[in-house]
């Protein structure tokens, strides 16, 4: 499936997981960017791991969702050890609140085109 723009992750058919990671920045976030980028690219990178979005607002709230096989995966994921680094030093430089959640997806479809509303 193409998506537009290539911003949306393109997933299988469920079931499958999302880990939802929001996040608030702090005011100077020297050093963010090209960290999140690298984290992207490596998670896109690790076994089990289906895709990927990320969106952050003028405000700086942040959500990154990553799709995943099944939790051995995101577990692999979690204790990675450049990953590991990222997350302490995203605790202790960037984040001023967080907030992770790990979910089974066993619906999704797109739209609108091909989808009719009943």
Known sequence: MTTPSGRFATTPE?????????????????????MADAMYALALEQPGCLSAESARDADRVGITVSYWRDEESIAAWKGLARHLVAQKVGIERWYTHYELRVAKVERAYSGPEGRSVD
């Open 14 to 34: 469920p079931p499958y997981y999302a880990v939802i990671f929001t996040s608030l920045l702090a005011e100077n976030d020297e050093g963010y960017g090209a």
